[in-house]
């Protein structure tokens, strides 16, 4: 008869918990796909190439990922529990912290301004932007890609979002304390063509070697 510790050695796996070490995090307009898979003849696809452009450098709270379900439930006379419970909308949503201030899409992203026009003064180095009173905000795409573990034993994990949107920006200080900064929290929908909202990519070393505990369907 198999105890609570036989089945917990046959149930349980080490080898799937995931602390992302790295990652990187890249926008790009609408007119960028997100990439069907991440790998190109076994090696990382070349994000940039592809047109997507750097968040750059983060804060260490990292990348977070909100997901509510939102549900409406169905009350019977007779019963102290709902008979029945319907999902009725997911909000998803992603929030970070840039620590890099400078980059031209990342002050057209947070201004909801146009900046094509903008130069850059050869001799000062003086950039003067003039912030919009009702910024225009744009959709994007957005790709976050995490690695963990050695390479005989390489975790790749990534999210996609086929469309995004900056929906608040969070108080910037200058002070003698952390780096010039403001959390950024993204707004993610549906996009009209693909019909998800997101794409989640599990690749690497790792997965090959532990295929068998992940469980998927071998593809030829």
Same mark, same amino acid.
């Given at each position: 008869m198999p105890t609570l510790q036989t089945q917990m050695t046959g149930a349980d796996s080490r080898a799937l918990i995931r602390k992302i070490q790295r990652a990187i995090a890249m926008l790009a307009p609408m007119?960028?796909?997100?990439?069907?898979?991440?790998?190109?003849?076994?090696?990382?696809?070349?994000?940039?190439?592809?047109?997507?452009?750097?968040?750059?450098?983060?804060?260490?709270?990292?990348?977070?990922?909100? #997901?509510?379900?939102?549900?409406?439930?169905?009350?019977?006379?007779g019963y102290a529990s709902p008979?029945?419970?319907?999902?009725?909308?997911?909000? #998803?949503?992603?929030?970070?912290?840039?620590?890099?201030?400078?980059?031209k899409h990342m002050y057209e992203l947070t201004l909801g301004a146009d900046l094509t026009g903008v130069t850059q003064?050869?001799?000062?180095?003086?950039?003067?932007?003039?912030?919009?009173?009702?910024?225009i905000n744009?959709?994007?795409?957005?790709?976050?890609?995490?690695?963990?573990?050695?390479?005989?034993?390489?975790?790749?994990?990534?999210?996609g979002y086929h469309r995004v949107s900056l929906a608040t920006t969070a108080e910037e200080v200058w002070g003698t304390s952390g780096a010039v900064s403001s959390q950024l929290t993204f707004d993610?929908?549906?996009?009209?063509?693909?019909?998800?909202?997101?794409?989640?990519?599990?690749?690497?070393?790792?997965?090959v070697k532990h295929k068998d505990v992940l469980g998927f369907t071998q593809g030829v």
């Open positions: 007119s960028v796909d997100l990439p069907e898979t991440l790998y190109s003849a076994g090696s990382l696809v070349d994000l940039k190439a592809a047109g997507f452009l750097p968040i750059g450098i983060v804060s260490p709270d990292g990348y977070s990922f909100s #997901r509510e379900v939102e549900k409406e439930a169905v009350d019977a006379f008979v029945r419970s319907d999902v009725t909308t997911v909000p #998803r949503s992603v929030s970070f912290t840039p620590l890099e201030k400078g980059r003064d050869p001799t000062t180095g003086e950039i003067v932007i003039d912030e919009p009173d009702l910024p744009a959709d994007y795409r957005l790709i976050i890609v995490g690695e963990d573990g050695p390479a005989t034993d390489n975790w790749i994990l990534g999210k993610v929908f549906t996009d009209d063509e693909v019909g998800t909202p997101v794409r989640h990519y599990i690749g690497g070393t790792g997965a």
